[in-house]
């Protein structure tokens, strides 16, 4: 299972008094949207990721 396929309910913070998780594009409780719950992995227009990965390298 990819992380990509775990999502979490859109309006969970709304109508649930936790997070739920699904595999589905629905969440299985309420019926709302579901959405990746995983953040992106980088900022492409991050302005220091260039010397961050530069000072990863080094070590």
Not at 28 to 39: L, Q
Not at 42 to 48: K, R, V
Request: glycine share 6%; net charge positive; hydrophobic share 30%.
């Amino acid at each position: 299972m990819a992380k990509s396929d775990i999502r979490v309910c859109s309006a969970w913070e709304r109508e649930h008094d936790r997070p739920v998780y699904t595999l589905s594009g629905r969440c299985p409780i309420c019926g709302a949207a579901a959405e990746n719950s995983a953040p992106a992995p980088f900022d492409p227009a991050d302005p220091y990721g260039e010397y961050r990965r530069r000072a990863r390298r080094r070590d």
